[in-house]
């Protein structure tokens, strides 16, 4: 599997990639077309009832879209 750079997605998949991951792993069932290219990436699996959940690989995107965390 290559690895995919934030850079290399586009906005709407940057969004979704996001979105998914305020769910809990198999509740996100929007976007299905983007959702499926992302899956095809290697950054979101399909589960039961075409719901997706993000992989390691898309939460490390997420986190980089995120950016870093602050310090309390």
Do not use: F, I
Not at 44 to 58: D, N, S, V
Request: net charge positive.
């Amino acid at each position: 599997m290559r690895m995919t750079k934030l850079e290399d997605l586009t906005p709407s998949q940057q969004w979704a990639l996001r979105d998914c991951a305020n769910y809990p792993p198999g509740k996100y069932v929007w976007k299905r077309v983007t959702m499926r290219k992302l899956s095809a990436l290697g950054l979101t699996r399909e589960l039961e009832g075409g719901a997706y959940a993000l992989t390691a690989a898309g939460e490390h995107l997420v986190d980089q879209l995120r950016g870093p965390r602050r310090q309390r």
